[in-house]
């Protein structure tokens, strides 16, 4: 694929997502995190290149953080953060990062508003930040941690979203354009259609997707651009291509 | 945490997943094979290190599977194998093994007897593989494909799992057996608890699962050992150190 830099497009920002758990490696739980995390960033119009599953172990955050906060714009982390033994992301980015784990007065402040005489040892950990973490959506009840370009979330879906929900703002870009065309035609069938359109649309993104025992359709095809105008003439060109009764739905 | 070479512990198999999918990263499927693998794979014994979605681009699959291959005991790859233009596996991986792609004889005969005089050059790519490519589960309609430790399975949810029980067998080991005990007091009271179980039983993987607003439970706490003893004698130690009104059950 030609990179987006060298086709004259305008480039999105790129987002990676670690997950960090040993709960969905150990199939005890699903992630909802990233699944959630990508419908809004594509809404947003950012492109997620890569969303990775890790333990929670310090060494490996710290590298897969450095790399992730190297490789792209915005880097999210779900998870390990609290006042447990297995909660050690901030540990882990601080380590990545090369600066030290710091307990930060705003947050300490809050948890003492919070929990005033049962504040211990265990929750004081959640005051616990890599030195030069900047606090955003100051007003929900427990700001959400931002060092550099790297947002540290909890792994909580409900906290989660609460959070995103509250940042989701500055990340707002182009958004992606998309239409899914389904088939009645197998992939087999379909694939030179597809190539013979995207030898003349090649910046449109072209999924295809087969879906086993429909009732109704084979195969969807997805067409995606943050210029709608580009989309509509791909779109068309691959509907000429197609025969009439070839088509189930659009989408 | 200190390694399990350390510890004495037998050493588990490990494994990673990599899933490529633009579709996942734009946000258009929510991926079920990562989450099954994961379950079967901890019924099995094998230890899962990591998952990684990446888009269907033939050098960043190159790059991750000879990490992966070199990094794990067993890879697996979920997605991008068929006849159209986003189906890429194959060739990222010949790419990371430096190997070229080759037909099989095998598969282009089975492609023939299925799809006899429709048999076209894209179905044909169905039968591209690494160089090197064992075929396993040959009683399948299509064999599953394995290239050194790299099993290369298709992502339609159907068809992937279909694979994996044909082959599962192989990766039989030493189970791991959990206890789950369901408190209603919070983490952070729980956590000196915890704490101190753990210095007692380092070998036990311990995790701490908050849930919101449950009518019944603050915190789900798992314990994990490959050894059942070591399993049972940590989670008296934990018992013995809640008051029984904290417990709300125990599976």
Redesign the interface.
């Known amino acids: 694929?030609t990179p987006a830099s060298l086709r004259g497009d305008p480039l999105p920002k790129t987002a990676g997502i670690i997950l960090i758990g040993?709960?969905?490696?150990?199939?005890?739980?699903?992630?909802a995190n990233?699944?959630y995390l990508?419908?809004?960033?594509?809404t947003l119009g950012v492109?997620?290149?890569?969303?990775?599953?890790?333990?929670d172990?310090v060494e490996l955050i710290g590298k897969e953080v450095s790399e992730f906060a190297r490789d792209y714009d915005y880097v999210f982390t779900s998870g390990g953060v609290?006042?447990?033994?297995?909660d050690v992301t901030m540990e882990g980015i601080a380590r990545g990062l090369g600066v030290p784990v710091v307990r930060h007065p705003e947050l300490v402040a809050r948890l003492r508003a919070l929990?005033q005489e049962?504040l211990?040892e265990?929750?004081l950990?959640m005051a616990e930040v890599p030195e030069g973490a900047e606090l955003l959506a100051s007003d929900l009840r427990f700001p959400a941690v931002m060092i550099r370009n790297i947002y540290v979330l909890p792994g909580?879906p409900?906290?989660f979203r609460e959070k995103f929900e509250a940042i989701k703002e500055r990340f707002r870009s182009v958004p992606?354009h998309?239409k899914s065309i389904y088939v009645r035609i197998g992939?087999?069938?379909?694939?030179?259609h597809?190539?013979e359109m995207?030898q003349r649309f090649p910046r449109v993104?072209?999924?295809?997707?087969?879906?086993?025992?429909h009732p109704e359709y084979k195969v969807r095809v997805?067409l995606?651009s943050q210029d709608p105008l580009y989309l509509e003439q791909a779109f068309a060109d691959l509907m000429a291509r197609l025969s009439p009764g070839d088509v189930v739905k659009i989408e």
């Open positions: 694929m040993n709960e969905i490696l150990s199939g005890k739980v699903t992630d990233a699944a990508c419908r809004e960033f594509r492109d997620v290149r890569r969303i990775t599953v890790i333990p172990e609290g006042p447990t033994h297995d929990y049962h211990n265990a929750r950990r909580i409900e906290i992606f998309l992939e087999g069938v379909l694939a030179q597809l190539n995207l993104q072209c999924g295809s997707y087969p879906k086993l025992s997805t995606e």
